[in-house]
């Protein structure tokens, strides 16, 4: 049929919607249908970064789910703007960009499309995210210096921070950043040339290079941009030739004042093995950390998500994410998709019952009451005949590190505190070691059965009080 069925294709989003909402964005709703015709679910989009995006990440998500509402094996081809239904559909060799990220001197917006189509990224290695934009990044106190930089430095390229090295854990906006600058570079001057690739590569590329003699081309690519933007720096660690060269890389871009932005776990001075002069060369410019962020940050982070996703997230339910989980932006977003798959799977909307059933939330206290980590204590010290005193002590004997390891797993559980001012408040330990008694103890009441009724009636205690307390 040449016209589609206008009701095949609501149940379709909506069968991705329910089985893949991590994938959803909010623009799917702009998603045209064209045609159903020769087993083929024909869709098109009207911006070639959706049409990206589709291609890259939702192409199984959609055919699954045309298949299971169809009852019949459809294939499902996504038509950019530029593609006509007789013809396939064009591929793009540009990673996608975000619509209207940047403005033109005269400060006009430039769409994405225009950058997308006229700009010159070196990203094969390293897909662009249409998410990573500075407007979809949180900003927060554990942030502030880095974004504040990588904002100057989309503005004025290869003359505000020259480096810029940007470190922290894993999972806290990082790469967001290098995105999120090298999207802006590209929107204010698409004629720019920027390399973006994961330290990995560059490492890959030089050896292959030398083995097939062919280090001028190499050279060339690396040399011949407007700026290098390389993920993950610290895994040149203990790689004297290929330190060389990246030496030698990083003065030639320098010397002819070309943007280097520069990502690690660690900062420079505690990379391991790493040489002394490109320490030295890496805090040329502006090093900058990124912490953990704080529970309004983590709030904020879990709201912003849910919108980009396209999803109405009520705020105790951002406020429980934000609580549970603040280790990293990752563990946020994965709880958000997991909380989004229970409530499809229960057929509700995405309420606090459904969060704290995907969460594993157990009992909570009566409304308006709150859990301190001075209830906690008192519960289970009495319960263990221990005191404070020896929990916040360096003794490991059972029968101080068992009850240690249940306070910080119930602080875990019904505090704010992260996990370093958690171990902080038990005797200055640091927050592997609270995560490792979160673990053991969430471990153990699945597989000790005693244990399990022993942490169920210290729930209840520690709940009692805090509602008499609240009373």
């Known amino acids: 049929m040449n016209d589609p069925d206008h009701t ?53 998500a959609f055919k699954d789910a045309v298949q299971a509402v169809t009852g019949h094996l459809v294939v499902v081809r996504f038509f950019g703007p530029g593609d006509t239904v007789d013809q396939k559909p064009q591929k ?91 999207l802006q570079v590209l929107a204010a001057n698409p004629d720019a040339t920027i390399l973006y690739i994961p330290c990995e590569a560059f490492i890959t590329r030089f050896m292959e290079s030398v083995q097939a003699g062919e280090m001028s081309s190499f050279r060339h690519y690396f040399r011949d941009v407007d700026m290098l933007v390389i993920d993950d720096i610290h895994f040149l660690a203990k790689l004297d030739r290929t330190q060389d060269e990246f030496f030698h890389t990083f003065n030639s871009l320098y010397q002819s004042n070309r943007q280097i932005i520069l990502s690690s776990d660690l900062p420079p001075d505690e990379i391991p093995h790493l040489e002394n002069r490109l320490v030295s060369r890496f805090k040329w410019g502006l090093v900058a950390q990124i ?18 996703r396209g999803a109405d997230v009520p705020d105790d339910v951002a406020s429980l994410i934000a609580s549970r989980i603040d280790s990293n932006i990752r563990e946020l977003e994965g709880a958000l998709t997991k909380i989004q798959v229970q409530a499809q799977v229960a057929g509700s909307s ?32 009495d319960f263990y005949s221990v005191t404070l005193s020896s929990l916040q002590s360096k003794r490991r004997q059972r029968s101080i590190a068992l009850p240690r390891q249940v306070c910080m797993y119930f602080a875990r559980q019904y505090t704010r505190y992260s996990l370093e001012e958690i171990g902080g408040y038990f005797g200055g330990r640091d927050h592997t070691t609270v995560l490792h008694a979160v673990r053991t103890v969430t471990n153990h009441r699945e597989s000790d059965a005693e244990l399990s009724k022993v942490l169920a009636s210290l729930e209840k205690k520690i709940n009692g009080a805090a509602s008499s307390n609240a009373a």
């Open 92 to 182: 793009s060799q540009q990673e996608p960009v975000e619509e209207h990220i940047g403005v033109s001197e005269n400060g006009a917006p430039i769409s994405a499309e225009a950058a997308f189509s006229r700009g010159r990224v070196r990203g094969d290695e390293l897909a662009f995210s249409p998410d990573y934009t500075f407007d979809n990044f949180v900003e927060g106190p554990n942030n502030r210096l880095a974004l504040a930089a990588a904002r100057a430095i989309a503005q004025n390229p290869g003359k505000a921070y020259n480096p810029m090295f940007i470190h922290g854990d894993v999972g806290l906006g990082k790469t967001h950043l290098l995105q999120a600058i090298s």
């Open 8 to 60: 095949i294709w609501p149940q379709v989003l909506e069968q991705v919607r329910a089985s893949r909402p991590e994938l959803c964005r909010q623009w799917f709703e702009e998603i045209e249908p064209i045609s159903i015709d020769a087993g083929s679910l024909n869709l098109r989009v009207h911006q070639a970064i959706h049409h990206q995006y589709l291609q890259r990440e939702c192409a199984e």
């Open 350 to 381: 995405l309420n606090l019952e459904a969060a704290r059933a995907a969460l594993g939330v157990k009992d909570e206290p009566a409304p308006g009451a709150q859990v301190t980590i001075e209830t906690i204590v008192d519960v289970v010290t």
């Open 291 to 308: 912490d953990a962020p704080d529970y309004e940050t983590r709030v904020a982070i879990v709201r912003q998500k849910a919108r980009v």
